[in-house]
């Protein structure tokens, strides 16, 4: 069945500092890519998506290329901050007909000022 | 506009007993999706609903179940708990179950279920 591998955390930075996370994948058909995104005590929100290869999903300073012949998504920020500190997820959505995600472990991204 | 409400926030029940979640979508999204988080299994898919039909579901037992009302509104049932069954339930709503995720999934802040 389809899977997503995120690395392990808890990733620790410094305030400025470069960020990637890495996320592969797993899947039968052809998946939409997501970066979600959890703050204490809140649900997911959607940071990023790219539905087809070579698509390049940004917002907030973060970017993630849809890499098709390595099966990965990887997650970047050139300069992070305090307020970057969440849990991030990677995931992909494989139906013809729904929205089902499958999700990584999540990775822990602790920001240090 | 409102986001993704549900209710209650907080829930501390007993081995044996049954629960009932419930989650109210954005105004005019019709398709609510389930899902269950915990420290060990992440992020796991439960069901999801559209037109008050059951269109795609997860691999959990059949103690869990749910529903969607006419208003779209959803509700998760778990029956028989047990201990494993302590979780972070969030509900998630769209337009429709567009293919590939095509439309945009919203989260609500999730139900925190205590078994004892």
């Known amino acids: 069945g389809d899977s997503v591998t995120q690395m392990e955390g808890p990733v620790t930075l410094s305030e400025e500092a470069f960020l990637t996370i890495n996320c592969t994948y797993t899947?039968?058909?052809?998946?939409?890519l997501f970066w979600y995104v959890q703050y204490p005590g809140e649900g997911l929100q959607l940071l990023l998506k790219a539905t087809k290869a070579d698509d390049k999903g940004s917002n907030k300073g973060f970017e993630a290329t849809y890499r098709k012949e390595t099966t990965s998504f990887h997650l970047e920020k050139g300069s992070v901050q305090v307020s970057d500190s969440a849990v991030y997820f990677c995931?992909?959505?494989?139906?013809?007909?729904?929205?089902?995600?499958?999700f990584g472990a999540g990775t822990i991204l602790r920001v240090k000022s | 506009k409102a986001g993704v409400t549900q209710t209650p926030r907080y829930l501390i029940k007993t081995r044996g007993q049954q629960v009932t979640l419930s989650c109210s979508p954005i105004s005019g999204h019709r398709s609510v999706s389930w899902y269950q988080q915990t420290p060990g299994q992440g992020l796991q898919f439960l069901f999801e609903y559209f037109s008050e039909t059951q269109r795609n579901k997860g691999n959990f037992p059949g103690r869990f179940s749910g529903r969607q009302f006419s208003n779209s509104r959803s509700e998760m049932n778990v029956s028989t708990l047990e201990l494993g069954d302590s979780a972070l339930y969030l509900c998630?709503?769209?337009?429709?179950?567009?293919?590939?995720?095509?439309?945009?999934?919203?989260f609500g802040p999730g139900t925190r279920l205590t078994v004892t």
């Open positions: 995931a992909l959505s494989d139906l013809e007909y729904g929205n089902k995600l499958v």
């Open positions: 998630a709503s769209s337009l429709a179950p567009g293919s590939t995720g095509r439309y945009e999934q919203y």
């Open positions: 899947a039968t058909g052809y998946p939409s």
